[in-house]
């Protein structure tokens, strides 16, 4: 058990919706990543929050967004949602934002499946 | 051109046997760290080992050790006597410490461990 935890763990929803997804990093960790695992392209890096502000975006479609609160947990939104973003969601927290050695742990992340 | 490299999409091995997973990356930064993490079909990441640029020796963690050849950019993941629970799929990964905060990730190898 990482510590990081992550809900739902199951999501599924229609074409159209909009789904949010939630994070709880470890305790002390101020650094929340999203990554998005689906089966044709790998692991992907979405956008990372530390202490509440955005400190990195990587591949985050518009349509998405995503928020770091002050109890440091952390939400997901997917909206329009379309057949191509069913794919596996994690989360992953670290002590720090910066530096070379920094330590990602995972959430068990949500599966989100767009019928 | 990719950050991370895997080239070997799926590896078998005989139980008790020693495996090495390829991992090549590409980065200019003088500091950065490699990670490589492991995800068994239930889909969580767990973390295995890490290696900063600066360390001069190869990372062990029990059956795991870190091949490092700074010069070729290459950071193989090395697995001693290998067991039937090893059977996943590894991902090695990079965070560049002196440009930004993303983590990249390889597209990950998948090990069949043989009885």
């Known amino acids: 058990d990482s510590g990081v935890t992550q809900t739902p763990k199951h999501l599924i929803t229609a074409t159209g919706q909009r789904v949010t997804l939630r994070c709880s990093p470890r305790s002390g960790d101020l650094s929340v990543y999203w990554y998005q695992q689906s089966l044709d392209q790998g692991l992907q890096f979405l956008i990372q929050?530390?202490?509440?502000?955005?400190?990195a975006k990587g591949n985050i479609l518009e349509r998405f967004s995503a928020q770091q609160f002050p109890d440091l947990h952390s939400e997901l939104n997917l909206s329009s949602l379309e057949l191509g973003d069913s794919a596996l969601y994690f989360c992953?927290?670290?002590?720090?934002?910066?530096?070379?050695?920094?330590?990602?742990?995972f959430g068990p992340g949500t599966r989100l499946t767009v019928l | 051109a990719q950050k991370i490299t895997q080239t070997q999409p799926g590896m078998f091995v005989q139980e008790k046997e020693a495996v090495t997973l390829d991992c090549t990356y590409d980065t200019s930064d003088q500091s950065y760290g490699l990670f490589w993490y492991k995800q068994p079909s239930s889909g969580e990441m767990i973390f295995l080992i890490y290696?900063?640029?600066?360390?001069?020796q190869n990372a062990t963690e029990g059956r795991y050790s870190l091949n490092f050849q700074k010069a070729r950019k290459s950071a193989n993941l090395v697995i001693s006597a290998s067991q039937l629970g090893d059977s996943a799929m590894y991902f090695c990964?990079?965070?560049?410490?002196?440009?930004?905060?993303?983590?990249?990730f390889g597209t990950g190898t998948s090990l069949t461990v043989i009885p």
């Open positions: 990964a990079m965070r560049e410490a002196d440009t930004g905060n993303q983590f990249y």
């Open positions: 290696q900063g640029s600066y360390d001069e």
């Open positions: 992953a927290s670290s002590p720090r934002t910066s530096g070379s050695y920094n330590e990602q742990f």
């Open positions: 929050y530390y202490n509440g502000e955005e400190r």
